[in-house]
């Protein structure tokens, strides 16, 4: 038993001296989420540390839960429980890292769903629904930020902490569990013995937040909720929903009528809106399984899903893109004025590219850092500006490539002082300079070794050097 012990002991310490915490990404009551690395492979890695010393009973129920499902449950559209080791008074849980989440895909409107996109992770998350209710297990907080995404493409479940299982008759559990807005109607009705249904329940809210791109029932408090719901769907009776009156926390609600989600839904097609609509039954007893979802004709009429590797993606900004960021917003703001704006527009007029509205945005950090680096030897982003001309006025006015290759103008790089410096010392009117830059589409900083460089030598007047070609 000594031996067995010290074995253990010796395997729980090799586990904690092969991860290493990088930086805090997620915090709740219990736990808190690290991005971390394997030292051994260079893997990274999710680390849920939960703070098993603020329990007056030792471990939390819902970490002895969620453990116990992740390593019963094994599917690829559920996140994988890697390693479990103790340190100190914490308990912590070795999870496969994914990059983003469903709710940050639909929050980024830089992202255009397709049907195909929608179908493909309704698709992922029901099999691994259907996998979890096969095992009889219930996972009670289904929603977009528990749905991750990897860079793969692949959709995985996570967060088990609120795990249950479920099938016995007569057992009684608590009502108080899913996030509001994807909490089904019998339990905010006070419902202690329920099943699947409340998980299809919130599956249905999801697959409606993917089609309008906004949450489906946002209420602001429980009986707000149920307000909510009922005007979107109709108020049930007991004929559309037989029991509902004898549920614990049952009260009357103004009778709405029900609403057609044609109405709403105005793009979804038929077999995708009878599909939302068996999700979102009132009688649990009658709304669609996560098995039977996944035979229904949506799965398997067009469009097809979208394939893994062409489904939206979503990159997380680190802390240190937030920053900067920030910094290039408010030089953005400082430097780029209504009048400068206007002083462009008026050169670009003056050199014959009427029609056109400049619009002033800063690059992307890193592309700006790269720039930076490259050309000037400094890893400050603050100097850089990115001009981008949209045409606003006259459609069509775009002046035609001059090859094949010159198609996609792209993004303007010019630090303002140095364009400015360089028209002073070589005595040239920055007018003459400005819109040449513009419709070349390309810029070289001073200080740019460019002996090499074909795309510099195509746009740089020979006789001045000038960084940014000739005058029209």
Not at 260 to 271: E, I, Q, R, Y
Not at 286 to 313: G, V
Request: proline share 6%; aromatic share 10%; net charge positive.
């Amino acid at each position: 038993m000594t031996s067995l012990r010290t074995h253990a002991e010796q395997h729980n310490t090799d586990l904690y001296r092969d991860y290493k915490k990088d930086r805090k990404v997620g915090e709740g009551a219990y736990a808190v989420v690290y991005l971390g690395t394997q030292l051994s492979t260079k893997k990274t890695v999710a680390i849920k540390k939960i703070k098993i010393g603020q329990f007056k009973d030792g471990l939390d129920m819902s970490a002895i839960r969620e453990v116990k499902t992740l390593q019963e449950l094994r599917h690829p559209n559920l996140i994988e429980l890697m390693e479990v080791y103790f340190h100190k008074t914490n308990l912590n849980l070795v999870l496969e890292y994914l990059e983003s989440d469903l709710e940050m895909i639909i929050k980024d409107k830089s992202i255009l769903f397709m049907p195909g996109d929608v179908k493909h992770w309704m698709l992922m998350t029901l099999r691994g629904l259907d996998h979890c209710h096969r095992n009889w297990i219930l996972h009670r907080d289904m929603k977009p930020n528990n749905l991750l995404l990897g860079r793969d493409g692949q959709l995985k479940i996570a967060d088990f902490g609120l795990a249950r299982d479920f099938g016995d008759r007569g057992r009684q559990l608590t009502a108080q569990v899913v996030t509001r807005w994807y909490r089904a109607p019998e339990l905010l009705f006070g419902a202690k013995e329920y099943g699947y249904g409340i998980d299809i329940w919130a599956v249905g809210c999801i697959f409606a937040e993917l089609l309008l791109r906004n949450p489906y029932l946002p209420g602001n408090a429980d009986m707000d909720q149920l307000d909510t719901i009922f005007r979107a769907l109709g108020t049930p009776t007991e004929s559309d929903w037989p029991g509902v009156q004898s549920l614990p926390n049952y009260m009357q609600f103004k009778q709405y009528p029900k609403t057609p989600l044609k109405l709403l839904f105005t793009a979804a097609g038929a077999d995708t809106l009878e599909l939302l609509e068996s999700m979102l039954i009132y009688d649990p007893n009658r709304r669609i399984s996560a098995r039977e979802a996944l035979l229904h004709p949506y799965f398997f009429n067009k469009p097809r899903p979208t394939p893994l590797e062409n489904l939206p993606k979503h990159v997380r900004e680190t802390p240190e893109d937030v920053k900067q960021k920030r910094k290039a917003e408010a030089f953005v703001h400082k430097i780029c004025r209504p009048e400068v704006k206007a002083q462009i527009e008026m050169m670009l007029t003056a050199a014959g590219y009427k029609g056109w509205d400049v619009g002033v945005s800063f690059s992307g950090d890193r592309t700006v850092k790269r720039l930076n680096n490259q050309y000037r030897g400094k890893n400050k982003s603050t100097d850089i500006l990115s001009f981008r001309f949209a045409e606003a006025i006259k459609p069509g006015k775009l002046p035609e490539p001059r090859s094949e290759d010159d198609k996609n103008l792209g993004d303007l790089f010019v630090s303002m002082r140095y364009v400015e410096k360089w028209c002073q010392e070589h005595n040239v009117a920055i007018e003459d300079r400005l819109p040449v830059l513009y419709a070349h589409g390309i810029c070289h900083l001073l200080g740019y070794d460019h002996q090499n460089d074909k795309d510099y030598a195509q746009v740089t007047n020979p006789s001045t050097n000038a960084p940014f070609g000739e005058p029209t």
